[in-house]
């Protein structure tokens, strides 16, 4: 009833051109920020923000990241636990090299520094497609694992080898360090998604995601076309590796706290990750969020349920989930290659007509 | 009569032989299926623990899902309180292992026929992640003891007879025995499998799948059949690989990450030729041990091995994208 286009006239191109052209999507995409905005922060508490929001904001981005990469430009990528691993590394270091300057600065900093790897490792994809390429991209992820391991100069020669965010202020309320409170980092979180998934979703709608998907579809006919590769996949492996370096930033200073590389950024955020974009929907922004928020969800659901209400062993607990996540991603792929985002494009389509069946 | 840091670069490279057969050995599964039917199967490391598991699993007598039903049902259950001779807890695992080449065939890759190789690629993460927790769930996570009674340790004859040729801190090439039945058994397995795939009818289909799945199917080959088959065959080559890592280092999780090696070795070789599999093997796992030798442990801080097979792979294809004998990638629009 609510959900259609009829009475809402575009009267100029750029109003045509919108994001949501239909009113009810507009509302409710204002209705979220504002809730986002001016509700949560008044009423989280410390586990809503560590168990669930806070990793929910911070692998929304990366998701998008690497749905920029695999989803937009079909460059599968295994490397993503790594491409975040540089992102706080670089943070730490800039965190602690220039006290003085806002933390902001250094995530959108350590950002364009990961932008840089990434796009390194990302020149290999001119000569080797598919699964080649991905196989390639472990490459990045163990070596760089092992770099930040081994080179002490990158944590600082701290004995443990663990790098630790010092207290930094934004505004002169503090965001990261262990007195943080859960409103500061949760609004720092969604700052910075909201920034990413404005400049996504746009970059993504014009011509440079126009490019990326020509080239995704097939590289040599977008050639005949007139689509540069070099340009489209260099592009598409530095914009993806910014937002992944700004979500590794985050997920090291404001989440964690402190981390060990092994650990934090290990191959299995790597899968986490492309886990997130396959369930939730590759090629869409709508699906980065949605399965981030699945993924961060399930686990803290099974927990409650399992180990909280049925008093299970939290070994057995983790072993279930990861049947789960396995049968979930083959089902996903059998049954629903588009994700939970085309689920949600068919209900909307659903609704469009509805009460009426045609 | 030669320097001793020349001799110790002599038994590296054959360490390194004899690792490099074991990741041949992973490679090969990898191989199998990748010929027959396209898929790029990522869970051939998680077959390999999970054989492994099963295979120690039955030796011992445990209970499946003993966890599972202990939590379920409060009881306390976890062995029978039997021990299966090797030999037959191996042709049970076997059976298992069969099982499951079956359940995947029929449950995931029949409704992804036709799909891209990529999102076939992804459904294998799937399934490996599936598969750790189902044998985790099934056997238990702890590390266990794999003893299928092959010799361990270092090889006395070969270290008495190579001693004279170095100086006095030089006793001879550390050769591990384990190491040495590893690469006999990877060197007869390779022997059968090509002798299979030449000689028998099955074989013959086999390869015909592999040539062109659509030709196959119009000679009378069924495809269902041959996969499940190949992917048997798969699950036979990780069953061995298993027991030879799980002798080697205790059966754990890490052994799924060992067989990841594959992945390296199987780009230098090219994904469709079997002695491709075999020559990168042998190249990665020479390549990683000297490069730690001469260059990781006294420059870089040690531990290369995590990532030279990695990075040799990548920039190796840089310059011969299809690896050393692959057939030439030819692509149309």
């Not at chain 1, 260099?234 to 989440?255: Q, R």
Request: glycine share 10%; charged share 10%.
């Amino acid at each position: 009833m609510l959900y259609r286009e009829s009475g809402d006239f575009s009267e100029t191109y750029k109003a045509d051109s919108q994001t949501f052209p239909i009113k009810f999507d507009r509302y409710r995409y204002y209705a979220v920020l504002i809730v986002a905005f001016l509700v949560i922060p008044f009423v989280i508490n410390d586990y809503w923000a560590n168990a669930v929001l806070v990793p929910f904001l911070i692998y929304a981005i990366a998701a998008i990241g690497l749905n920029i990469l695999t989803g937009y430009c079909g460059q599968v990528s295994l490397g993503t636990g790594g491409f975040m691993a540089v992102g706080a590394y670089a943070c730490y270091k800039l965190m602690t090299a220039f006290p003085d300057v806002s933390i902001v600065v250094h995530v959108l900093i350590s950002g364009g520094i990961t932008a840089a790897v990434v796009t390194l490792f990302g020149l290999p994809s001119l000569r080797i497609k598919g699964f080649y390429l991905a196989v390639a991209t472990l490459a990045a992820q163990f070596f760089l694992v092992w770099l930040f391991n081994r080179v002490a100069w990158f944590y600082n020669y701290s004995a443990s080898g663990q790098i630790n965010a010092p207290d930094r202020t934004v505004f002169g309320y503090l965001v990261t360090g262990p007195n943080t409170e859960a409103w500061a980092k949760y609004l720092i979180c969604l700052i910075f998604v909201t920034f990413t998934g404005i400049v996504a979703r746009n970059m993504t709608r014009g011509a440079l995601g126009r490019k990326w998907s020509a080239i995704r579809d097939m590289d040599i006919a977008a050639e005949i076309i007139g689509v540069n590769p070099l340009n489209a996949k260099l592009s598409a492996f530095a914009i993806s590796g910014f937002f992944i370096g700004i979500s590794g930033a985050l997920f090291f200073s404001v989440y964690l706290g402190a981390a060990e590389v092994g650990e934090a950024f290990g191959i299995q955020k790597s899968f986490l990750v492309l886990f997130m974009i396959i369930i939730g929907g590759l090629g869409s922004i709508f699906g980065s969020f949605a399965g981030a928020a699945f993924m961060v969800l399930l686990p803290v659901f099974l927990k409650n349920v399992l180990v909280g209400g049925l008093g299970w062993d939290t070994a057995l607990a983790a072993h279930l989930e990861f049947v789960i996540v396995g049968a979930l991603i083959i089902v996903f792929l059998i049954a629903e290659p588009h994700g939970l985002a085309q689920l949600w494009r068919v209900a909307k389509e659903k609704l469009r007509l509805w009460p009426f069946p045609h | 009569m030669f320097p001793d840091q020349f001799l110790f670069g002599v038994e590296v490279l054959l360490n390194g032989l004899m690792a490099g057969v074991l990741y041949a050995l992973v490679a090969l599964g990898f191989v199998l299926i990748f010929k027959a039917s396209g898929i790029f199967n990522y869970a051939q490391g998680v077959m390999a623990l999970f054989a492994a598991l099963t295979l120690v699993g039955i030796m011992d007598g445990q209970v499946p899902f003993s966890h599972l039903i202990n939590a379920l049902f409060g009881t306390d259950v976890h062995h029978f309180g039997w021990h299966v001779p090797a030999f037959a807890a191996i042709l049970l695992a076997m059976a298992v292992m069969v099982g499951l080449a079956w359940i995947v065939q029929y449950f995931i890759f029949r409704h992804l026929v036709g799909q891209e190789p990529i999102i076939l690629f992804m459904a294998t993460i799937g399934l490996a992640y599936f598969m750790e927790g189902f044998g985790d769930m099934m056997w238990g996570s702890e590390i266990k003891k794999l003893d299928v009674g092959i010799p361990q340790g270092g090889s006395f004859w070969i270290e008495e007879a190579t001693a004279f040729l170095g100086g006095s801190n030089f006793y001879g090439f550390f050769i591990d025995q384990l190491d040495i039945v590893a690469a006999v058994v990877a060197i007869i397995l390779v022997v059968l499998l090509v002798a299979f795939a030449q000689y028998t009818k099955q074989g013959r289909a086999m390869r015909a799948v592999a040539d062109d799945h659509q030709a196959a199917l119009s000679v009378g080959i069924s495809l269902s059949f041959i996969w499940v088959l190949v992917w048997s065959l798969a699950g036979f080559v990780a069953l061995v690989a298993g027991i030879m890592w799980g002798a080697k280092s205790g059966v754990q999780f890490s052994l799924s990450l060992i067989a990841l090696k594959a992945l390296p070795v199987l780009m230098l070789g090219g994904f469709t030729s079997i002695p491709g599999a075999i020559v990168g093997g042998l190249i990665v796992g020479v390549g990683e041990k000297l490069f730690e030798f001469l260059i990781g442990a006294p420059f870089l801080g040690g531990a290369t091995e995590n990532w030279f097979a990695y990075m040799l792979a990548l920039v190796f294809l840089v310059f011969r994208p299809q690896g050393l004998f692959g057939e030439k990638i030819i692509e149309r629009v």
